[in-house]
């Protein structure tokens, strides 16, 4: 049997459909008007670049924890939610392993409590 969609991997789920439509519509918007966003991040002020790099510092905390979470767990891959952050966004892709990753653990439940299964 399939686990359900838990209400907390649906939460993780609607987050990364906002982090993408939020992100995309943002990077469309520097797209159309020709801004390098790597250094308006860092370059537009302080408070922008203490954003920029609170941002990139969890970014980068967070892929290792997909990555070394995704492979405790048996996730497939785990590596391309890392890669699919550079071209989409990590506001996207976090949730997503999230939502993901409570998949995975429920189906761990189910698998365990029926007779002959083992996690």
């Known amino acids: 049997m399939t686990p359900r969609w ?6 993780y789920l609607v987050l990364a459909i906002a982090g993408l439509v939020g992100t995309f519509s943002l990077n469309v918007w520097s797209v159309v008007l020709m801004r390098n966003y790597l250094l308006d991040l860092v370059q537009s002020g302080p408070a922008v670049g203490s954003i920029g790099v609170d941002i990139m510092v969890a970014a980068v905390a967070g892929s290792i924890l997909i990555i070394v979470e995704g492979r405790r767990l048996g996730m497939r891959r785990p590596w391309l939610y890392v890669l699919a952050s550079l071209v989409t966004a990590f506001a996207f892709v976090f949730p997503l392993f999230l939502a ?3 998949r995975t653990l ?4 189910v698998a365990g409590a029926q007779p002959g299964g083992g996690v």
Do not use: N
């Open 100 to 102: 993901m990753r409570e």
């Open 6 to 11: 838990s209400p907390l991997a649906l939460t």
């Open 106 to 109: 429920a189906a761990r439940r």
